[in-house]
């Protein structure tokens, strides 16, 4: 709970209208989902969302912040006051640094409840979200499904942190200088680096660049300073930090067992020191390490060991990673939230594996953000395509030609496809689909691949059959 006076005094913002003695409740940065009572904050991220305003006003938003910057202020204020003659207005320079600076002060008062907080190139989100499912067996869990690992972003959900037991978030960045100011922010009692991939390799040039930036997240830790490191990552086997540090390593290969079913994997593993046998509703070995590494954050937290199991059975797959839909005979995978060479890589051998079909059907969109290392890193996709058995290798995008060059050399007398266009693509697989196809989709996110996992669903809803021209 914030008071106005409190958040001006904070902030150093100037309040245009409303009483400054209300208190707030609940804060809200959502760019569709306004709730009565919510102060709106108009956070920048990936749209200005100043626009979103007067749709929170109409929703009876308590009130908002608006940045002195803005070119429309004075319209949207007028407008506001109209609407509702006692909404609360704030102004500030920038609402990304007032609600950080919010959140600054609300962890500080809160510095007692423990952050564990996660990084690494791929698999970040899973991996948060294990160790959540299992803390949430034994106590009250600040956590977060929706991916919001930037520093406005982690702002807001810092700003709720006195209401929790512990917190498990994970922090991205997807350039230099990024991660210092998140470290500030969160002051983690435990950190884990799952693993150092190529995923924005263009802004970073190389990986020792993105693992040193993701060191970072350790340099404003407290209590024990735990940092987990993925011992399977062979840059990560090469870190050293000082004594202040304690450090602890984990690995696939302290799981035994490991037997893929239709849908779930399973495993054994040693908890407390006694072998224990688990199952995760996922598919594929990564998701393995990701549950030892949950699994050895729980010990380190004295979870009881019920707990750990049934946290680790009750994980739900996060959407659009990995999330495989059964419908009318058809298995689709959506894989479509992002991609590097890991994850695509991953999510190739996960679908390979899977029994039950006639035919498998790879979709593949480029992978962005790779600068110099684009051409080489979507060959050594292709390259994949020797350890994996797909029917039908379809691809859009100017580099994916290189992917599609390098996987035809295992792919002899299958079909392999590259399109410059999605719609091109999305023809040619509504005309081609067969009744107990697995069709798997993954792309970077801008590449909106989630638009051909819609139009197929749509398609299997339908159960119709239209008629397009053939892309030859």
Avoid at 261 to 267: K, R, T
Avoid at 433 to 440: C, E, F, K, V
Wanted: aromatic share 8%.
């Amino acid at each position: 709970m914030f008071e106005i006076r409190k958040i001006k005094e904070i902030t150093n913002a100037s309040i245009i209208n409303g009483n400054e003695n209300t208190n707030i409740e609940k804060f809200n940065i959502s760019y569709k989902n306004h709730n009565k009572d919510d102060f709106y904050i108009p956070i920048f991220w990936r749209e200005d969302r100043h626009k979103y305003i007067i749709e929170a006003v109409k929703a009876n938003a308590i009130g908002y912040i608006i940045s002195s910057q803005y070119d429309e202020k004075d319209k949207i204020i007028q407008e506001s006051i109209e609407i509702n003659p006692n909404i609360i207005i704030l102004q500030v320079e920038d609402v990304n640094e007032a609600i950080y600076k919010l959140a600054e002060y609300k962890r500080r008062e809160n510095i007692n409840i423990p952050v564990i907080a996660v990084t690494g190139s791929v698999g970040k989100t899973s991996t948060t979200e294990m160790i959540s499912s299992i803390l949430k067996e034994q106590k009250k869990v600040l956590s977060d499904k929706g991916n919001n690992n930037t520093k406005p972003l982690l702002s807001w959900l810092m700003l709720d942190i006195e209401d929790y037991e512990i917190s498990v978030l994970e922090a991205g960045i997807a350039r230099k200088n990024t991660m210092e100011p998140i470290s500030e922010l969160l002051i983690p009692s435990i950190v884990i680096i799952n693993n150092i991939g190529t995923a924005h390799i263009e802004n970073f040039g190389s990986k020792e660049s993105i693992l040193e930036e993701k060191l970072k997240l350790t340099t404003n830790m407290k209590d024990d300073k735990i940092v987990f490191l993925n011992d399977d990552d062979n840059i990560l086997k090469t870190v050293e930090l000082d004594s202040t540090y304690n450090i602890k390593k984990y690995s696939l290969k302290e799981a035994r067992n490991i037997k893929q079913y239709e849908d779930f994997i399973s495993f054994e593993t040693l908890v407390y020191g006694k072998n224990s046998k688990f199952n995760i509703k996922a598919y594929g070995e990564h998701n393995v390490l990701n549950a030892i590494c949950a699994i050895k954050v729980a010990e380190v937290l004295n979870i009881k060991k019920e707990n750990i199991k049934n946290g680790i059975n009750n994980y739900k797959n996060v959407d659009k990673r990995f999330n495989v839909i059964k419908k009318n005979n058809y298995i689709i995978i959506d894989d479509t939230y992002n991609a590097s060479l890991d994850s695509m890589k991953a999510g190739l051998n996960s679908s390979t594996q899977i029994q039950g079909c006639k035919r498998k059907i790879a979709i593949l969109g480029e992978m962005l953000e790779l600068g110099d290392y684009s051409k080489e890193l979507h060959r050594q996709v292709g390259e994949n395509f020797k350890n994996v058995d797909f029917d039908i290798l379809l691809t859009q995008g100017e580099n994916t030609q290189y992917l599609c060059d390098s996987a035809k050399k295992y792919m002899k007398n299958k079909i392999v496809i590259n399109f410059e266009e999605q719609e091109q693509l999305i023809n040619y697989i509504l005309q081609e689909m067969q009744n107990g196809d697995l069709i798997y989709l993954k792309a970077s996110r801008k590449m909106k691949f989630d638009v051909i996992v819609d139009r197929l669903l749509k398609e299997i809803d339908n159960n119709l059959r239209y008629k397009y021209v053939k892309i030859k």
